[in-house]
């Protein structure tokens, strides 16, 4: 019931084009989802993140759609750039008097110039 | 204003062997959580330690162990080191405001051999 689910492994896209990695949990209990983007030999660093109060969140390039009745939420990255190719991680957490994050698998994505 | 400082960057140990992590909190942070990230996968939550002491736990073995220091900095230590211990670990601080300010450090990559 801890688990997040994350797909696809690996994505490929096109300079320009749209990435969107999907996630799905379990616990109701979670109250809070970022989404952290990874590069190589560097520590996780969050991009956006999102409560359940509301559907979407937009910020520059970077939307979470979030669907609370499916347990799902989506990160899409508009116009993707060749610099967005990195790891990308979704998480939830319960928002107590400490965060600690249940982190997917992960997505690596790789954008072609 | 330095982020989240972890030490060493790498470290090679042999199996059985104890090893120390140190990390330094970003400064105004007062809550460190460490994770251990196993090659491909995701990071997974170990302990959270606040006002040093250990608040909250993931599911790993009492080989790991940590302590927080009175400025707030933080070492997670691991006996008995096993083949599987190979990851990297990466620490994170926060505040203790509710969902401010988590940031990771860069990791320290552990390699038991």
């Known amino acids: 019931q801890q688990q997040v689910k994350q797909s696809p492994q690996s994505l490929i896209v096109q300079k320009g084009g749209i990435s969107i990695i999907n996630c799905a949990y379990e616990?109701?209990?979670?109250?809070?989802f970022p989404w952290y983007q990874q590069f190589p030999g560097k520590g996780p660093a969050l991009l956006i993140a999102?409560?359940?109060?509301?559907s979407e969140k937009k910020e520059g390039r970077f939307t979470i759609s979030f669907n609370k009745s499916a347990k799902q939420f989506s990160l899409h990255i508009m116009d993707s750039q060749p610099g967005d190719s990195a790891t990308y991680f979704c998480?939830?957490?319960?928002?107590?008097?400490?965060?600690?994050?249940?982190f997917g698998p992960g997505t690596r994505l790789s954008v072609l110039p | 204003d330095a982020g989240v400082t972890q030490s060493p960057t790498h470290l090679i140990k042999t199996r059985g062997q104890q090893v120390t992590l140190r990390c330094s909190p970003k400064?105004?942070?007062?809550?460190v959580s460490w994770y251990q990230q196993a090659l491909g996968q995701g990071p997974q939550f170990i302990f959270q330690?606040?006002?040093?002491?250990?608040?909250q736990r993931g599911n790993f073995p009492d080989r790991f162990s940590g302590h927080q220091f009175p400025n707030y900095s933080s070492e997670l230590n691991v006996n008995a080191l096993w083949l599987g211990d190979s990851a990297l670990y990466l620490c994170?601080?926060?505040?203790?405001?509710?969902?401010?300010?988590?940031?990771f450090g860069s990791g320290t990559r552990l390699t038991v051999v």
């Open positions: 998480a939830a957490s319960m928002e107590n008097y400490g965060q600690n994050f249940v």
């Open positions: 999102i409560r359940p109060d509301v």
């Open positions: 330690y606040y006002e040093e002491e250990e608040r």
């Open positions: 994170a601080s926060s505040t203790s405001r509710r969902g401010y300010g988590y940031t």
């Open positions: 616990n109701t209990a979670f109250d809070y």
């Open positions: 400064s105004g942070h007062d809550t």
